[in-house]
Antibody, heavy 121, light 110 residues
Framework: EVQLVESGGDLLQPGGSLRLSCAAS????????MSWVRQAPGKGLEWVSA????????FYADSVKGRFTISRDNSKNTLYLQMNSLRAEDTAVYYC??????????????WGQGTLVTVSS | QSALTQPASVSGSPGQSITISCTGT?????????VSWYQHHPDKAPKLMIY???NRPSGVSNRFSGSKSGNTASLTISGLQAEDEADYYC??????????FGGGTKLTVL
């Protein structure tokens, strides 16, 4: 059974930094590209970033480009999202997601339970 | 990248059919057959209902179907059931190698 467990969410001030983690199990982690998707309070889903199975390819939404960095440690079956220069509008529940097939990160199928990031002064 | 356009809400009675539209551009919906649909109940993880415009993952009811014409994709739910009440999101791959979601549609089963 696929399991994705996010952690690292916190309350912090604007301008701060935070690293989210997503521990994966139940599948061959290194074979799958992975994504981060967020949902701000009362808002819709927003794709944030994706990374290829090897980590060589990374993709970002314009809203986070230059501030967020996605990475992975395939030896630890863990996905990361380093978030810098945080803004109030980054407040959201952050989900990590595994695609339906090993290729095509744009088909997220399995999702974690999410971790809440709150940016407020 | 602008969000895809969905109606804010739709409603239907049990047993009826409803359709939710999702309008994008040639750079996303119109340019690729990589449109997905998600069902999202509050406090639960989103569930993939349709991928690649019209394909259903294993375990998804055949009451859910997807289609696309030009820059607009559609999700149709037939034989509405109370459990279908949820938020629905479309999403598409884009020419910028990004992924874009729609604003979401709240489905109310009357």
């Amino acid at each position: 059974e696929v399991q994705l467990v996010e952690s690292g969410g916190d309350l912090l001030q604007p301008g701060g930094s935070l690293r989210l983690s997503c521990a994966a199990s139940g599948f061959t982690f290194s074979s799958y590209a992975m994504s981060w998707v967020r949902q701000a309070p009362g808002k819709g889903l927003e794709w944030v970033s994706a990374i290829s199975g090897t980590g060589a390819g990374t993709f970002y939404a314009d809203s986070v480009k230059g501030r967020f960095t996605i990475s992975r440690d395939n030896s630890k079956n863990t996905l990361y999202l380093q978030m810098n220069s945080l803004r109030a509008e980054d407040t959201a529940v952050y989900y990590c997601a595994k695609p339906l097939y090993s290729s095509g990160w744009w088909r997220p199928d399995s999702w974690g339970q999410g971790t809440l990031v709150t940016v407020s002064s | 990248q602008s969000a895809l356009t969905q109606p804010a809400s739709v409603s239907g009675s049990p047993g009826q059919s409803i359709t939710i539209s999702c309008t994008g551009t040639r750079s996303d919906v119109g340019g690729y057959n990589y449109v997905s649909w998600y069902q999202h109940h509050p406090d639960k993880a989103p569930k993939l209902m349709i991928y690649d415009v019209s394909n259903r993952p294993s375990g998804v009811s055949n009451r859910f179907s997807g289609s696309k014409s030009g820059n607009t994709a559609s999700l149709t739910i037939s034989g509405l059931q109370a459990e279908d009440e949820a938020d629905y999101y479309c999403a598409s791959y884009t020419s910028s190698s990004t992924h874009v979601f729609g604003g979401g549609t709240k489905l109310t089963v009357l």
